[in-house]
Each structure stands twice: as structure tokens, then as C-alpha cells.
């Protein structure tokens, strides 16, 4: 059974930090699309940053990082400077083992297996 399990979430005032974790069971990553989306009340889900994984490899948007441990079987999201407004529930997704291509990381249908999410609360 796959699972994917996020941790790291809690409370941090604005301008703080936090790495979120998404622990992989069931499966290995391995060339995989792996995305963060988040999701505030009373909003839609948003994505906030995407991978196509290959093991050694980090993508970063502004204030967010994605990497991983090949050994850990785990994929990271780094978060620096936090505003109040990054408040919301984080989740991971990500996709079974994809072919050489182009995907829209974006694209929340891309992904099969997502996680049941962490709250990030961001306090002014």
C-alpha cells in the first residue's frame, strides 16, 4: 500500500522557516513528479512547487526549496521568510514512475498517490 506521510508543520511567526517532509512507503522514488500544493481556508487548493525526481536533484521557486534523501526515501520542502499568508494545510503528491517527457508539474491530475497534509500556520 502506498503511502505518503507529511511532517514538519506547526506554528512559526512571519519571517521564520520550516522544512516540511513527505516520507514515501509502498513505493521508491525514483523518477517520479512530486509536487507541494497547499491549500488555506475557504480557498482552492494551490500548487506551490514542483520536482520530476531523480534523486539528486532540488528545484526552488523564491522562497521555496524542494530536495530530497534517496536514502530516506523522502522529498523535502524548504520554506524561508513565511508570511501570513503562506497559512494553510500542505500536502505532497506524487506520481508513479514517469517516462522521459515534458509534464506540467502544476497539473494536480498528473499526480496518483497524495498525502493527508500539515498545517502550516504563519502568525504575524
Known amino acids: 500500500q502506498v503511502q505518503l506521510v507529511e511532517s514538519g508543520g506547526g506554528l512559526v511567526q512571519n519571517g521564520g522557516s520550516l522544512r516540511l517532509s513527505c516520507a514515501a512507503s509502498?513505493?521508491?522514488?525514483?523518477?517520479?513528479?512530486v509536487g507541494w500544493f497547499r491549500q488555506a481556508p475557504g480557498k482552492e487548493r494551490e500548487f506551490v512547487l514542483g520536482?520530476?525526481?531523480?534523486g539528486s536533484n532540488t528545484s526552488e521557486k523564491g522562497r521555496f526549496t524542494i530536495s530530497g534523501d534517496n536514502a530516506k526515501n523522502t522529498v523535502y520542502l524548504q520554506m524561508n521568510s513565511l508570511r501570513s499568508e503562506d497559512t494553510a494545510v500542505y500536502f505532497c503528491?506524487?506520481?508513479?514512475?514517469?517516462?522521459?517527457?515534458?509534464?506540467?508539474?502544476?497539473?494536480?491530475?498528473?499526480?496518483?498517490?497524495w498525502g493527508q497534509g500539515t498545517q502550516v500556520t504563519v502568525s504575524s
Open positions: 503528491a506524487a506520481s508513479r514512475h514517469l517516462n522521459s517527457g515534458t509534464y506540467y508539474l502544476a497539473d494536480h491530475e498528473l499526480y496518483d498517490y
Open positions: 509502498g513505493f521508491t522514488f525514483s523518477r517520479n513528479a
Open positions: 520536482i520530476l525526481w531523480s
